[in-house]
């Protein structure tokens, strides 16, 4: 059970829950040492250690150096692919549902120094600035029962992908190269997809929303999506003179005051998100059966303040469904907030391909594992008060 004190998150009697997670993943790891190594490394990111770097999660573990730390995020034989598999398999279980919302978007990893796999001057939305940073791309999955992050991925950029000689040093494989964001997005939804993912929406920011090839690979996969584009992001749409390309905020202008209706995205910190919204229907050429809408969102107190969102799904999908995936899309910022601070995701001191991959892996799991005893405890208390209602 999560309990809070003093605004920051404990875990109580989480020792034995993880060792049965353990147990799910301890065949990725042939020998004994590296699989009660990665049991420590999980119940040291669960601890209420102050930050979960390698001398802290080693003094955890009983271990005088982090050496033993180190050996589990370099040098061990094991495969972090194959734990995101059980990762996502475990995720599916326990918070799985039908009309779940899988959100991608990317969180950056301050760094100093020019050595860790990566890292180069970019944006990062944690620091809301340009940084020496790494960028990961995550996956998220988000339904009624809860929410946890399902994948993730290294953007490599260009400069990294072309040299050869710091590729060498950081460990990058050969079958790694350059990738932008959506296409490291595509990636992790076509990993979803095959394995099954039960999901009804996918949904994005800007960086992905206006990535044409990325919404047109959706369309031919037939994933209903809410996506986030710019205002001067072209669409077709039927005007007077036929089928144009009309820009999103000229379609927006033209919508009567009538057509807007106000309604709440979702909650946030501070109560129900309202806002006014309305959908216009685009893509005047579409297949029997399918929709295409721009959604358009107007801020309530400044009404001159819009946002986009090109929308697929079934034909006979309501407003209100596109809203509610819209809102969806911000239950990935609360579980980056969440791993950060309750499992140590930006913790890691490691500069190589694979070190990320694991140490990223792990606190992924481990966020995944708090999410899903949150879900049993909420459970475990609505059969409470039932049970005592029908008893009183």
């Known amino acids: 059970m999560v309990v809070e004190r003093n605004g920051v ?42 930050r979960k770097n390698g001398w802290q999660l080693a003094e955890q573990a009983g271990d005088a150096t ?71 791309v995550f996956l998220a999955y988000a339904g009624a029962r809860g929410r946890a992050l399902l994948d993730r991925e290294l953007y490599l950029p260009q400069v990294w992908a072309d040299d050869r000689e710091r590729r060498r040093e950081a460990g990058v494989p050969e079958s790694a190269r350059f990738r932008t964001k959506p296409q490291l997005a595509q990636l992790m939804l076509g990993r979803a997809l095959e394995a099954g993912v039960p999901f009804a929406w996918f949904t994005g920011d800007e960086v992905y929303g206006s990535d044409r090839n990325l919404r047109l690979w959706l369309e031919r996969e037939e994933v209903p999506h809410v996506m986030a584009v710019k205002r001067n992001e072209k669409l077709w749409a039927m005007t007077g003179r036929g089928p144009l390309q009309v820009r999103a905020d000229r379609l927006a202008s ?95 001191e490691v500069r190589k391909w694979d070190g990320w991959y694991r140490h990223i892996t792990l606190a992924m799991l481990a966020h995944a594992y708090l999410a899903v005893i949150r879900h049993q405890a909420m459970e475990q208390g609505e059969k409470g008060a039932t049970t005592a209602l029908t008893k009183s």
């Open 254 to 348: 033209q919508v009567e005051e009538s057509g807007w209706v106000r309604c709440s995205a979702g909650d946030g910190a501070k109560g129900p998100r309202v806002y006014d919204w309305t959908a216009v229907d685009i893509r005047p050429l579409r297949e029997p059966g399918q929709g295409h809408w721009l959604l358009v969102r107007r801020s309530i107190a400044n009404p001159g303040e819009l946002a986009y969102y090109v929308c697929f799904g079934p034909a006979e999908t309501v407003l209100k469904q596109l809203v509610r995936v819209a809102g969806t899309r911000w239950s990935i910022e609360e579980c980056f907030e969440e791993a950060k601070g309750q499992v140590g995701l930006d913790q890691y």
């Open 9 to 50: 998150a404990e875990v109580a009697r989480w020792a034995v829950g993880i060792e049965e997670k353990h147990q799910s993943i301890a065949g990725r790891f042939r020998r004994p040492e590296p699989r009660s190594r990665a049991l420590a490394y999980l119940q040291g990111l669960l601890s209420p250690v102050e």
């Open 66 to 136: 982090p050496d033993g730390v180190q050996r589990l995020l370099y040098n061990y034989r094991w495969d972090a692919d194959l734990v995101r598999d059980d990762l996502r398999d475990y995720v599916v279980e326990h918070l799985g549902c039908a009309d779940a919302v899988l959100v991608v978007d990317e969180t950056g990893f301050l760094k100093k120094g020019e050595k860790s796999v990566g890292v180069q001057r970019q944006y990062s939305g944690t620091a809301g600035r340009i940084e020496n940073c790494q960028v990961g």
